[in-house]
Every structure is written in C-alpha cells, then in structure tokens.
C-alpha cells in the first residue's frame, strides 16, 4: 500500500489504493473522509490498527457497490 516507499500510509497512498480497487469513481474527499476516520492520533499516517479498520470500512463498501 505505502506506493511511494516513505514507510507511512498516508491519504495518497489510501487514494492511490482506492483507484487500483477499481474505486477511482470515489473523489479525493471520500478517501480523505475515510482516512480520517481511522487515523486515531490523527498525525496524517496509519498505523496497522488504523489500517485494519480502514480495511474493515472498505471491504463492507466493496460489498455494498457488489450488490447494486
């Protein structure tokens, strides 16, 4: 996921992620909202609970676009 190699997932890597998922219809804000909502100490970088949760949030989006 850590696309530029910097040792962090940031919200880029999170937009970068999305877009490979076949979700590019998201805009920037989706990404940015759902990143926000996962970064608990909020310092713009996720650390691996922050990423399982955010995980958590996309595979139930996934499911919900499938199903339409």
């Known amino acids: 996921l850590d696309k530029n190699n910097d040792r962090k997932i940031t919200v ?3 937009q970068i ?3 490979e ?3 590019g219809f998201l805009s920037k804000y989706v ?3 759902l990143f ?3 970064d608990s100490n909020h ?3 996720l650390q691996f609970r922050d990423f399982i949760a ?3 949030i996309i595979t139930k989006l996934v499911a919900a676009i499938g199903s339409k």
Request: aromatic residues 0%.
């Open 36 to 38: 926000d909502m996962v």
């Open 21 to 23: 998922m076949g979700l």
């Open 17 to 19: 992620m999305l877009a």
């Open 31 to 33: 990404a940015k909202a």
């Open 43 to 45: 310092d713009g970088q």
């Open 12 to 14: 880029e890597d999170v």
């Open 54 to 56: 955010l995980m958590g």
